[in-house]
């Protein structure tokens, strides 16, 4: 198996996204004048295994528009195509891609692929959702032009720590498991690497190791409380495999990628 880390421009968000303050104020500071952070990466991930190419994700567009929390910054030469041939990749080799949730710095990359597209059937549930419509108005970001993934479920029982899951491969070295918090239908995707290490393609799970381990729900989460559960879960796992903790935008999930890194190899988490 081989995993590239790929990066599609990157992405300034609002400190208060990042740091949100409890109560009727956590989601209403978005949309307040605030200072922004420095550009985070947007990573999406290419796995080689047994002869097949997959991606989790495929990156943002250029024709990305900003939204009142999030400035985006690709450039056109920074899109999935670039960003694939920089791992020796070819775009037309991909025969699937599996999406850990519907927002458009994770999705938007499709307009490049043709393969069979994967999406855990709760999240592809709640895009059809009138609030979904609504905020995809609002905030300028339609789906992807012919966007229609195939709806999976994570009905293969327990993987880890983590209650449910799906199995990709037939040698269950590629596991879709039930990450819910930052949307209601986010999965991550663990790949079971040649070392037997687990490595955590984890999407918004988080913005960080330091979030996760402080255990800290962002402002977008429609359920916090379920948002903190799953970071949790998270750390059980973590401490009970070694565990590679790979969230999309953290500036540290590069380096922790390339130095193999586990999740206990780090301080112990606050409870
Ligand atoms: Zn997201």
């Given at each position: ?179 819910p918090g930052h949307?209601?239908?986010h ?18 799970t988080t ?9 800290r729900a962002d402002?977008?989460a429609p359920d916090p409380k379920a948002h903190i559960a799953t970071m ?40």
């Amino acid at each position: 198996m081989k995993i590239h880390a790929l990066t599609t421009g990157a992405v300034r968000v609002k400190h208060s996204f990042l740091y949100p303050r409890q109560g009727p104020r956590r989601q209403l500071g978005l949309f307040l004048p605030g200072a922004f952070s420095d550009p985070l990466p947007i990573h999406c991930w290419a796995i080689e295994h047994d002869g097949v190419l997959r991606l989790v994700d495929t990156g943002e567009t250029a024709a990305a528009r900003n939204v009142p929390f999030a400035r985006m910054e690709v450039a056109p030469e920074q899109e999935l195509p670039a960003a694939i041939a920089a791992a020796d990749l070819e775009l037309d080799d991909v025969s699937e891609v599996v999406l850990t949730h519907a927002h458009g710095d994770h999705m938007d990359g499709l307009v490049h692929i043709r393969a069979r597209v994967l999406i855990h059937e709760t999240e592809l549930e709640f895009l059809s959702s009138p609030m979904a419509r609504v905020m995809r108005r609002v905030l300028r970001q339609p789906l992807p032009p012919g966007f229609d993934p195939e709806p999976f479920t994570l009905d293969d029982g327990q993987f880890g720590a983590f209650a449910r899951s799906r199995s990709l491969t037939d040698d269950g070295r590629i596991v879709a498991v039930d990450t819910p918090g930052h949307t209601s239908g986010h999965i991550s995707v663990i790949c079971v690497d040649d070392e037997g290490r687990h490595v955590m393609l984890a999407g918004d799970t988080t913005d960080s190791l330091e979030q996760l381990y402080a255990l800290r729900a962002d402002a977008v989460a429609p359920d916090p409380k379920a948002h903190i559960a799953t970071m949790r879960t998270i750390l059980a796992h973590c401490a009970a495999q070694p565990t590679i903790y790979l969230p999309s935008h953290d500036p540290g999930s590069a380096a922790r990628f390339a130095n193999a890194t586990t999740s206990t190899q780090t301080p112990v988490p606050v409870a």
